[in-house]
């Protein structure tokens, strides 16, 4: 039904990338810690060779449910890492991708920068 990603070309911060100067498997496992610690997500999959923790998210009865893609990317053996979040609903009549990136971004980047 809808999808939503970050990018730097949003305005608030809440919707852009993560960057921090930090190996890729630190940031990883933070994020991993991070899903675990947000109400109603669940880790679905995950590929910490290739960074990507896939999650599910309930929204609801109007908001359908969320799968939600956490992408950590950066060199092996340097200090510098990139994290994406996407989220896509389906089965509802509201979509809560926006809010969905946000709920993660915005505690995370506290936690890691």
């Not at 305005?11 to 190996?23: C, D, E, M, W």
Request: aromatic fraction near 6%; hydrophobic fraction near 30%; glycine fraction near 12%.
């Amino acid at each position: 039904m809808g999808s939503f990603a970050t990018s730097d070309d949003h305005k608030s911060q809440h919707h852009k990338p993560i960057r921090v100067p930090t190996l890729k498997g630190d940031v990883y496992q933070a994020a991993k810690e991070m899903v675990e610690d947000l109400s109603g997500w669940a880790v679905v999959s995950e590929d910490a060779e290739g960074g990507v923790i896939t999650c599910r998210k309930g929204n609801g009865v109007l908001g359908g449910t969320s799968t939600i893609q956490i992408s950590v990317e950066g060199p092996e053996g340097i200090p510098s890492t990139t994290v994406n979040v996407t989220s896509e609903s389906q089965g509802g009549l509201l979509s809560r991708d926006k809010g969905n990136v946000a709920e993660f971004v915005r505690p995370f980047f506290r936690r890691i920068c």
